[in-house]
């Protein structure tokens, strides 16, 4: 079965960086026909998506948050990452990892982590 | 970016009645919709994918509609256990964006 499970640190200063990380079990990350995506949800409910890396490492972002964002990944250990810099109290949210099938829909979600931006 | 306007933003429903909620898009997204259920701390479930497509294991009561900019998500015969949050979500091209959410309670 395909699970999905984030990490990170919970609470970070403004203007530090941060470093989430995916851990995927059921399916590597490097099949086929799957993008891999980073998406948060604010308080107040509002879902954004960050950005994916594809099965064969292509990355694409937001655009609204390509200046700031990282996503990368370690085949080995079948987990990918988001590095998200210049935090502010703005990135406060629940962020989620997700597979998503390229027909066009995210099948698998992550339970979420919870970031806090406040000092 | 492809705006998504999501109509109601809540609703109250009693249990048997039918519940449909409406997603436009900003362009033509030609069907690359996608409906989500969220319970309270949960993550987003896939509902419906192609505007009209059911998710493995969703209930028959659930059905997508729509093309061009106008879509939508109707649930007859509403169960308790619908309760929750539904967003809509295209995919006709990055970045993805979602609805802004649906609210619907159980009377």
């Known amino acids: 079965d395909v699970q999905l499970q984030e990490s990170g640190p919970g609470l970070v200063k403004p203007s530090q960086t941060v470093s989430l990380t995916c851990t995927v079990t059921g399916i590597s990350i490097t099949t086929g026909n799957y993008r891999w995506s980073w998406i948060r949800q604010f308080p107040g409910n509002k879902l954004e998506w960050i950005g994916y890396i594809y099965y064969s490492g292509t990355i694409t972002y937001n655009p609204s948050l390509t200046s700031r964002t990282t996503i990368t990944r370690d085949t080995s250990k079948n987990q990918f990452f988001l590095e998200m810099n210049s935090l502010t109290a703005e990135d406060t949210a629940t962020y989620y990892c997700?597979?998503?099938?390229?027909?066009?829909?995210?099948?698998?979600w992550g339970q979420g982590t919870t970031l806090t931006v406040s000092s | 970016d492809i705006q998504m306007t999501q109509s109601p933003a809540s609703l109250s429903v009693s249990v048997g009645e039918t519940v449909t909620i409406t997603c436009r898009a900003s362009?033509?997204?030609?069907?690359?919709l996608a409906w989500y259920q969220q319970k309270q701390g949960k993550s987003p479930q896939l509902l419906v994918y192609a505007a009209t497509n059911l998710a493995d294991g969703v209930p028959s009561r659930f059905s997508g509609s729509g093309s061009g900019t106008q879509y939508s998500l109707k649930i007859n015969s509403l169960q308790s256990e619908d309760f929750g949050s539904y967003y809509c979500?295209?995919?006709?091209?990055?970045?993805?964006?979602f609805g802004g959410g649906t609210k619907l309670e159980i009377k």
């Open positions: 997700a597979r998503e099938d390229t027909t066009g829909y995210f099948d698998y």
């Open positions: 362009e033509n997204i030609y069907s690359n």
């Open positions: 979500q295209h995919f006709w091209g990055t970045p993805y964006t």
